[in-house]
C-alpha cells in the first residue's frame, strides 16, 4: 500500500491532469476550484475512509497515502494538500484514542502516549513552518523518501 500510494504521490499531478481531461469542461465552485464530478466525490471520500479505517488500526504511512490519494482527486497544491493531510491524520488519531480509552483503558502507557504527543506536536510545527516554505517538487521528493524508508522498516 506504501508503495502505491508512492507512486500516486509522484505521479499525482499528471494522474490529476489527465483526470481532468477526461471529464467534461468542468465548472467553477464558490471557492473557484474546478467542482468536482460525483464519482470523483464518491472516490475520494471512500478513499480517504478506508486510510482512516487503515490509520485507525496501523496508522504507519497514512499520511502518505492520503497524499497520494488526494494528489490525484485533488486540485489542490501539494502544501494544500499536506494540510488537510494534517487534519485527517489527526481526526483519525483522536478518534483511535477515545475508542482504545473506551475499550482497553488499562492497557495505556502513558509515558510513550506523552512522548508521541510532544513528537507529534514538534513535527506539525516544523512540518508545516518547513513544508510551505519547499518547492512542490522538493516536497514530493521528502515524502517519496519518508515513504520509501517505511518501506524498508516494515519489510525487515
Known sequence: MIALALVLVVGGPRLNKWAAGKTPKQTKDTTGLPAMTLAG????????????????????????????????????????????????????????????????????????????????????YVGAKVGRRMPPWLLRGVIVVIGLTAIVVLLR
Open 41 to 124: 466525490t464518491v472516490g475520494l471520500l471512500l478513499s480517504i475512509f478506508a486510510t482512516g479505517v487503515y490509520g485507525g488500526y496501523f496508522g504507519a504511512a497514512q499520511g502518505v497515502l492520503l497524499v497520494g490519494i488526494m494528489s490525484v482527486l485533488l486540485p489542490l497544491s501539494l502544501q494544500q494538500i499536506t494540510g488537510v493531510k494534517n487534519v485527517l491524520t489527526l481526526t483519525v488519531g483522536l478518534v483511535a484514542a477515545v475508542v482504545f480509552l473506551v475499550v482497553q483503558p488499562g492497557q495505556i502507557i502513558w509515558s510513550v502516549v506523552g512522548i508521541l504527543a510532544l513528537g507529534s506536536l514538534a513535527g506539525g
